[in-house]
C-alpha cells in the first residue's frame, strides 16, 4: 500500500541551530503535504503546508521544500528555540481527487532543542 | 482550537467489554476521522466518514466499527476490546475530502485495555 517515510526518529539540535526533517513517499499522484507539530500529551497541530504546484514554502524560521521527482518533501526550521522541542509528522494525500481521499502520515520526528 | 471535543478523554476498560469513544464537531465540516497514535507508528487511520452514514475503512480497521448518523458526531467503536487495542485516538475533522485540506484533530482519547 501507499506510505510515508520519515527520518529522522529523533534530531537533537543546539539552540540558534538549524534542524531538517525529511520525507519520502510512495504515490506520485499526491499533492498536499501538510506538516504537524505535536507536543508532550497535547493534539496535533498544522504548522506549515505545501501544494505540488509550488516548489517551497515559508512562513517565518520555518519552511518546506518539495521535490515531486524524487518524490520527497522536507521541513527545515532555522534558529532552533527551546519551543521547538516536539514531535513532528508529515503527511501526504493519497487517492487524489476522491471524497475518499486521505493523508497517510510518517511515523514522526522526535525534536529535541538544547538550551 | 476547532470546535472538535472527544470523550472520554480517559479509559480503562477490561479485555473483551464493547467500549465506545465519541467525537463531536461544532464546525459542520463534512468529513471526519478515526487515527490511533503509537510509538512508532505516527497517526494511522481507522475509520473515515465523507458524510452522514457515509464511511470508509482506514489501514487498521479490524476490530473496529464506526457510525455517523449526524454532521456532528462520529463514533468509534470497538466491539470487543483487546489490549492491543490500547492506544491513543485521535478524532479530525476537514472542510474538504481528497485529502486535500488541513486536517484539525480534537485533543485525544487515552484507552487501556487491561
Redesign the interface.
Known amino acids: 500500500?501507499e506510505n510515508v517515510e520519515?527520518h529522522p526518529?529523533t534530531l537533537s539540535v543546539q539552540e540558534g541551530d538549524s534542524a531538517v526533517i525529511k520525507c519520502t513517499y510512495s504515490d506520485s499522484a499526491s499533492?498536499?503535504f501538510?506538516w504537524?507539530k505535536q507536543e508532550l500529551g497535547?493534539?496535533?497541530?498544522?504548522i506549515i503546508?505545501i501544494r505540488s504546484n509550488v516548489g517551497e514554502k515559508k512562513d517565518q524560521r520555518i519552511a518546506v521544500t518539495l521535490n515531486k521527482t524524487a518524490k520527497h518533501f522536507s521541513l527545515h526550521i532555522t534558529e532552533t528555540q527551546p519551543e521547538d522541542s516536539a514531535v513532528y509528522?508529515c503527511?501526504a494525500?493519497?487517492?487524489?481527487?476522491?471524497?475518499?481521499?486521505?493523508?497517510?502520515?510518517?511515523?514522526?520526528t522526535e525534536l529535541s532543542v538544547k538550551p | 482550537d476547532a470546535g472538535i471535543t472527544q470523550s472520554p478523554r480517559h479509559k480503562v476498560t477490561e479485555t473483551g467489554t464493547p467500549v465506545t469513544l465519541r467525537c463531536h464537531q461544532t464546525e459542520n465540516h463534512r468529513y471526519m476521522y478515526w487515527y490511533r497514535q503509537d510509538p512508532g507508528h505516527g497517526l494511522r487511520l481507522i475509520h473515515y466518514s465523507y458524510g452522514v452514514k457515509d464511511t470508509d475503512k482506514g489501514e487498521v480497521s479490524d476490530g473496529y466499527s464506526v457510525s455517523r448518523s449526524k454532521t456532528e458526531d462520529f463514533l468509534l467503536t470497538l466491539e470487543s476490546a483487546t489490549s492491543s487495542q490500547t492506544s491513543v485516538y485521535f478524532c479530525a475533522i476537514s472542510s474538504s475530502g481528497g485529502g486535500m485540506n488541513t486536517q484539525y484533530f480534537g485533543p485525544g482519547t487515552r484507552l487501556t485495555v487491561l
Open positions: 500500500g520519515q526518529s499533492n498536499y501538510p504537524y497535547k493534539r496535533p497541530q498544522l503546508d509528522f503527511a494525500s493519497i487517492g487524489l481527487g476522491t471524497v475518499r481521499g486521505k493523508l497517510i502520515f510518517g511515523q514522526g
